[in-house]
């Protein structure tokens, strides 16, 4: 059975930093597109940073470059976000996904920055 569980959520001051977790079971994360996502109360969710397969080339959203990292562990199997210089505005509830032939979804882990 798949599945992907992520932590490392909470509450934080404007300016701190989070380290959010994925880890995966039944897949090797090595071999999927895995991403983070992120859905603030009333709005959609949004991609927030992709790590691909194999040669784990990242990309992120504009409104985090330069403060968040997507990382991988491959030993671990797990995918991490390191987010500094938190803003309010990145108060969401943050997932995490795995895709290749088929797509997997965490449950997310609440992410509140406080001004």
């Known amino acids: 059975q798949?599945?992907?569980?992520?932590?490392?959520?909470?509450?934080?001051?404007?300016?701190?930093?989070?380290r959010l977790s994925c880890v995966a079971s039944g897949l090797i994360v090595s071999a999927y597109v895995m991403s983070w996502h992120r859905q603030a109360p009333g709005k959609?969710?949004?991609?927030?940073?992709?790590?691909?397969?194999?040669?784990?080339s990242t990309n992120y959203a504009d409104s985090v470059k330069g403060r968040f990292t997507i990382s991988r562990d491959n030993a671990r199997n797990t995918v991490s976000l390191q987010m500094?210089?938190?803003?309010?505005?990145?108060?969401?509830?943050?997932?995490?996904?795995?895709?290749?032939?088929?797509?997997?979804?965490?449950?997310?882990?609440?992410?509140?920055?406080?001004?």
């Open 2 to 18: 798949v599945q992907v569980a992520e932590s490392g959520g909470g509450l934080v001051q404007s300016g701190g930093s989070l």
């Open 84 to 115: 500094n210089s938190l803003k309010p505005e990145d108060t969401a509830v943050y997932y995490c996904n795995a895709q290749n032939k088929y797509t997997y979804w965490g449950q997310g882990t609440q992410v509140t920055v406080s001004s």
């Open 44 to 56: 959609e969710r949004e991609l927030v940073a992709v790590i691909t397969p194999f040669g784990g």
